[in-house]
């Protein structure tokens, strides 16, 4: 085993051979969401409310053996018989560090991330490390678990210290580890002037390089890992560092209308997406990494008869995407590995006491289309109607569509 480092446009090992890494992200996990797990709102808001309901004392027991449950040797054995080789590993900061008690590092954060980087290298699988939410929110969606929709992260330099402060201590406890493939220091920023986050990737490079000189660092690009536009010569300065897009395609959403039958149009369509997130980095020579993709899929429970037709258009999505990245070698990590029936390769029975319980309630945040990710606003359009043309009256077109929006063309 050696560690990965980037060479040209390819990961490389030590030996200089190429490796290309396919694998998936463990979200849900060390950071939670909504659509994965079945709770609404962010992971801090559930986790306030579960100990006001139970008790702090079992709430931390109730979590800590989610986290221990979630991944286990099983579902690396699993993983790996499929012919994957890497595990994105989202984490949330809150781990590490409190709020009330910034830059006091909480060494129970390594608790479950040591357990399962451990497991996957028993099964011989990489791992990167992705720090999937920052104080303040490094972007405007649910993700970020800050509760809003403002990325205060980019507005306030102490929340940019104290990750600052957070990578370190990661790459002290991480730097000799080569099972772990790299690291992904900040998931899918949204900063509306474009250059703080070029600003923040040169401290946090040069921060993890003053320990570790050894791991691949990958980088984001800006608006949801969608855009290098504003990236310039940066790269000049970032040695070992590979750049990752998400390459969401609006065919494998319920908000696109179109059906996807991989005609010779979608399939350009699709292409051209992909190659415009990419485009900076082709430039320039060079490694793309692909952080996230894939669609999300219909539930019998929720659209019935037309489930299996739904399903059969968003595997076509799928596959025409994985045709375009084994054409070009192209290193990838799917979103994601586990869930409760909507996006994950793998997901919890209908049966299960846990989705027998949450039946009813799932069932309306379904009809409601509560949770942002891949809603289906079918039952509630008539409500917000009037509501959307009040504002397209009012408000003059060149205000209406406020940065990040759009992002998945």
Do not use: D, I, W
């Given at each position: 085993m050696s560690f990965l480092k980037v060479s040209g446009t390819k990961l490389v090992d030590e030996a200089g051979h190429e490796v290309i890494l396919r694998g998936a992200g463990l979200g849900g996990w060390m950071n939670m969401e909504n659509f994965i797990s079945g709770y609404p709102g962010c992971e801090f808001q559930i986790r306030e409310a579960l100990a006001e309901a139970i008790g702090t004392e079992k709430s931390e027991f109730f979590f800590d053996k989610f986290l221990e449950y979630f991944f286990t040797d099983v579902d690396a054995e699993f993983f790996k018989s499929l012919g994957l080789n890497c595990i994105r590993l989202p984490f949330n900061y809150r781990h590490f560090e409190d709020d009330m008690n910034p830059r006091v590092l909480k060494e129970s954060g390594f608790k479950h991330l040591d357990r399962v980087i451990s497991i996957c290298a028993k099964h011989g699988i990489y791992t990167i490390l992705d720090l999937h939410t920052a104080p303040g929110g490094q972007n405007t969606d649910w993700h970020s678990d800050h509760g809003g929709h403002i990325a205060n992260f980019w507005n306030h330099k102490d929340f940019q210290d104290r990750i600052i402060w957070l990578w370190t201590e990661l790459a002290k406890h991480y730097k000799d580890n080569k099972w772990i493939a790299?690291?992904?220091?900040?998931?899918?920023p949204t900063d509306a002037k474009h250059t703080r986050v070029v600003a923040f990737y040169d401290r946090v490079h040069a921060a993890i390089r003053a320990i570790d000189v050894k791991h691949a660092i990958f980088f984001d690009g800006n608006t949801f890992a969608s855009d290098f536009s504003h990236f310039g010569d940066s790269h000049k300065k970032w040695d070992n560092t590979a750049y990752s897009i998400h390459d969401y395609s609006m065919f494998g959403f319920p908000s696109f209308s179109e059906e996807y039958v991989s005609s010779d149009?979608?399939?350009k369509r699709l292409k051209r997406s992909y190659e415009k997130k990419r485009e900076w980095m082709d430039q320039r020579g060079l490694c793309v990494w692909n952080g996230e993709w894939g669609p999300v899929y219909a539930r019998k429970q929720f659209e019935g008869e037309v489930t299996d037709q739904i399903?059969?258009?968003?595997?076509?999505?799928?596959k025409d995407q994985l045709d375009i990245y084994n054409k070009d070698r192209l290193s990838w990590s799917i979103w994601l590995y586990k869930d409760i029936g909507f996006?994950?390769?793998?997901?919890?029975?209908?049966s299960t006491p846990y989705m027998q319980l949450f039946s009813k309630f799932l069932d309306k945040k379904h009809r409601l289309a509560v949770d942002a990710w891949g809603a289906d606003d079918t039952h509630v359009k008539d409500v917000y109607q009037p509501l959307t043309d009040h504002i397209l009256e009012e408000i003059p077109e060149k205000f209406r569509h406020i940065y990040p929006h759009p992002v998945w063309k």
């Open positions: 790299g690291y992904n220091p900040l998931n899918e149009e979608q399939r399903n059969a258009q968003r595997y076509k999505v799928l996006q994950g390769m793998v997901y919890v029975s209908t």
